[in-house]
């Protein structure tokens, strides 16, 4: 089934080191994809996104990297800060609507 | 900066009440949508909306979830008789364009819905 239940995985790292989020999707017709961040009892926020016909893009500090052969997303977040500390979801879509994938918690040590 | 804003932040309700959760989207956004994310769990889609009219919802939004855009401001999720399971954080999010052209979604800030 798609829901994981109440335990994320979590990834741990020391602040200023790097960090990467994967995410594996589900349907091999999709052609967009999105990372959101989410701080604890917030909405969703977007990062960075990328289509189908790249498999890779960066923005400040994040790159997100696509490999369709084994439908496989990453988020790359370079000198990890504090404030990145948040649960990232990504998100594909598949003709008119959105799907989130689970949930990654990323919590980063001082 | 423009954001969405949703109401109530927190609402507590009887199973079986009717319970309407609030919207206002950016102004010049053109879709609307609500998601919901049980505790814990991810974020799951329930309807987009666009010219008035739903354009995709999933297998979650049945007959007791509707959606409304009574005025030009707001947008509306109700859910006729509310069942133990419907609780959850509801987000609203609007975009500009569709996700043809950028999938960026604004999301609100959330409506925590509690059935008891």
């Known amino acids: 089934g798609e829901n994981v239940g109440l335990h994320l995985p979590t990834l741990s790292v020391q602040e200023g080191d790097n960090s990467i989020i994967n995410c594996a999707y589900s349907?091999?017709?999709?052609?967009?994809f999105i990372w959101y961040k989410q701080e604890s009892g917030k909405g969703p926020q977007f990062i960075i996104d990328?289509?189908?016909?790249?498999d890779k893009r960066q923005g400040q500090r994040v790159t997100v990297l696509l490999n369709k052969t084994v439908k496989h997303l990453s988020l790359q977040i370079a000198a990890t800060q504090p404030g990145d500390s948040a649960v990232y979801f990504c998100?594909?879509?598949?003709?008119?609507?959105?799907?989130f994938g689970a949930g990654t918690r990323l919590t980063v040590k001082p | 900066e423009p954001e969405v804003t949703q109401t109530p932040s927190h609402q507590v309700t009887q199973m079986g009440q009717e319970v309407i959760l609030r919207c206002v989207p950016i102004?010049?956004?053109?879709?609307f949508y609500w998601y919901r994310q049980i505790l814990g769990q991810k974020v799951e889609f329930l309807v987009s909306?666009?010219?008035?009219?739903?354009?995709?919802k999933s297998e979650i939004f049945d007959d007791q979830f509707s959606v409304e855009r009574p005025d030009g401001s707001n947008f509306t999720l109700k859910i006729r008789s509310t069942k133990l399971e419907d609780s959850a954080m509801y987000f609203c999010?609007?975009?500009?364009?569709?996700?043809?052209?950028?999938?960026?979604?604004?999301f609100g800030e959330g409506s925590r819905l509690t059935v008891l």
């Open positions: 998100a594909e879509y598949n003709n008119n609507d959105m799907r």
């Open positions: 999010a609007s975009s500009l364009l569709g996700r043809w052209n950028t999938g960026e979604l604004f």
């Open positions: 909306f666009y010219n008035n009219e739903i354009s995709e």
């Open positions: 349907n091999s017709a999709s052609d967009y």
């Open positions: 102004s010049n956004h053109l879709y």
């Open positions: 990328i289509r189908s016909n790249m």
